[in-house]
């Protein structure tokens, strides 16, 4: 067996979405007035944070592939994936699975700060939560995307408690909403993939409608963009970093939901902000990049 088409099954690339993980800790290290002691602590244990999510994300993929692997070798696209192609046996994936798991407890221990809250037990609750969904729930509409949603917070929470630093309101809502429409742009894409045969695929997709998962992202992408907005201009936001700069990235963030749910739309792509983010279309990037050197500059640089 190809120890590549291990890797492969791990799906690395999806590795990207666990950015979400570093956010306390950028906003952290932005604040005004923050002591340079510890930071390399904060920046290390944040780094485990982000392997003990990768591993863990990487074991319920094992997980759901073998779970899935009669309907994935159906599905024009999944059938390629190597579990679903006969690339990577049964019992190896659930070993490797096995594994990930043991490693990511083990770096999640890494973690957790002295006298903190434990990272181990946010990333826990995220292999459980993603294992009842890639189990049963992921068929009931609507549930699904929140689980994935859940997924996200839980990400964020977890970078907190490795950094060890409070996280905003304001910052985990606008989490939520944007990976609630992640989530249903994503539903939407397979809708379109599969056309009538959807529901013989995944039962929930039977229950979505066209209608229903355009007005849904529509909602969620103007929540995400108005609570990233209170977010920029709240005053303990100003008085943290000592500046309102942050205000400015707000076109940044309108204009790639935008962009985004124009993919979808056309259909090119918008099933997979990994695919997407990773250079599947240039402008998105270029946006993105654009965001992130705004957020750096008003939080490092001013």
């Not at 692997?69 to 070993?95: F, M, N, W, Y």
């Not at 992408?221 to 907005?229: E, F, H, L």
């Not at 935008?258 to 902000?273: I, T």
Request: aromatic letters at 10%; hydrophobic letters at 50%; a neutral charge.
């Amino acid at each position: 067996m190809n120890p590549l088409h291990v890797v492969s099954a791990l799906r690395p690339h999806q590795w990207v979405k666990n950015v979400f993980v570093l956010s306390a800790l950028v906003f952290a290290l932005g604040e005004s007035g923050l002591e340079a002691d510890g930071v390399a602590e904060r920046i290390v244990r944040v780094a485990f944070a982000v392997g003990a999510f990768c591993l863990g994300a990487s074991a319920i993929y094992l997980v759901n592939d073998v779970v899935d692997v009669e309907s994935d070798r159906q599905h024009p696209k999944k059938r390629t994936r190597p579990i679903a192609a006969g690339q990577v046996s049964v019992p190896v994936a659930l070993l490797s699975a096995v594994a990930c798991v043991a490693g990511s407890f083990a770096l999640a221990l890494q973690a957790t700060p002295e006298g903190g809250k434990s990272v181990a037990l946010v990333v826990g609750a995220y292999m459980a939560s993603n294992l009842c969904y890639s189990l049963k729930l992921k068929q009931i509409e609507i549930v699904d995307a929140f689980l994935i949603a859940f997924g996200f917070l839980l990400r964020v929470v977890g970078g907190a408690y490795a950094a060890d630093a409070p996280i905003s309101h304001w910052l985990l809502l606008s989490t939520l909403f944007l990976a609630l429409f992640l989530a249903f742009c994503k539903r939407r894409a397979e809708m379109d993939l599969l056309g009538d045969d959807a529901s013989s695929h995944r039962k929930n997709l039977g229950a979505y409608t066209p209608e229903f998962l355009s007005q849904a992202t529509t909602v969620l992408a103007g929540c995400a963009i108005i609570t990233y907005s209170m977010y920029t201009v709240d005053g303990e936001t100003m008085a943290k970093f000592g500046s309102d700069g942050l205000m400015w990235t707000v076109p940044f963030v309108v204009f790639g939901l935008f962009r985004y749910l124009l993919l979808v739309e056309r259909q090119e792509g918008g099933g997979s902000p990994t695919r997407v983010l990773l250079g599947g279309d240039p402008i998105f990037v270029l946006n993105g990049l654009t965001w992130a050197a705004c957020v750096g500059w008003f939080l490092f640089l001013r």
